[in-house]
């Protein structure tokens, strides 16, 4: 089975093309704001590299946010038209798993973060879970714990103590949290300050997130018997993007601000 999975949900982006034993080929590189153009652009290139064609793909993966509004609809919207005219399943999965997959080592709690603008930070946690294979291998899966997030580090801070089987009281006597994925300085800080020695970081070459994991993942729901309908996936955004006032449309408005209502139509 040929897996193509892409994700733009940030500045970093990724794509791989892959079956269920072998990476055949993957990108990972940092395409700012360009998106839109770059995206097709390596998908063509990858897809030449491995001498394959989008014919030949067998099902489609995205990451479908949280992360950058035109990041996360870029890739949303190429899977989806990619789905629909290929007639290929479409497995959409959200950024913050992705990332956090990617540390199913840790045996201790975890945090998958991603800047959310606003001094907030998109957050989910996780814990690890003990697999036997089949073939008698030990693996491990992280099992998410809760809702996807949007908070100020130390409201994350509170959120993760409060989380703790023994509530914040027993902070100290477990083990240390895992942070993994995107993280300015700035947040960082905040969170070690407010941690100490219950926090520890991914390094950032650690945290990139590779698409190879993201085909696991939705090779996992395929198995599964699972898929997602173009027509009716959306970008998982967890709040509105903002909304700007034009300063060109200001003297139409005589120096009256619509309400707020109103304004956010526009928008």
């Known amino acids: ?8 949900s940030t500045r970093q982006s990724s794509i791989a093309l892959c079956t269920e034993e072998a990476l055949l080929g993957e990108y990972t590189w940092n395409a700012g704001t360009n998106h839109s153009v770059e995206l097709l652009e390596n998908m063509q290139r990858l897809l030449a590299d491995c001498q394959s064609t989008l014919a030949q793909v067998d099902a489609l993966i995205v990451a479908a946010g949280p992360g950058s509004f035109n990041g996360v609809r870029v890739a949303v919207s190429t899977a989806k038209a990619l789905a629909f005219s290929l007639q290929k399943p479409l497995l959409a999965i959200p950024t913050l798993d992705s990332v956090a997959a990617q540390q199913s080592a840790w045996q201790g709690p975890l945090c998958a973060v991603l800047e959310a603008g606003r001094g907030e930070l998109y957050a989910a946690c996780y814990h690890s879970q003990e697999e036997l294979t089949p073939e008698g291998e030990v693996q491990r899966r992280l099992e998410r714990e809760g809702d996807y997030l949007v908070l100020e580090p130390a409201a994350l801070v509170a959120h993760l103590r409060a989380s703790l089987p ?7 006597e477990t083990p240390p949290w895992l942070f993994c994925g995107e993280l300015k300085q700035p947040s960082r800080v905040a969170l070690q300050a407010l941690l100490g020695s219950q926090g520890r970081f991914a390094t950032a070459h650690e945290s990139a997130r590779r698409a190879s994991t993201l085909a696991m993942l939705g090779l996992q729901r395929l198995r599964m018997g699972q898929s997602d309908d173009p027509f009716t996936l959306e970008p998982l955004y967890l709040r509105r993007p903002s909304i700007t006032k034009s300063t060109r449309k200001q003297p139409l408005l005589a120096g009256v601000t619509p309400p707020e209502s109103e304004a956010t139509q526009a928008g």
């Open 1 to 8: 089975m040929l897996l193509l999975a892409f994700d733009t």
């Open 166 to 172: 023994g509530g914040a009281e027993a902070a100290t």
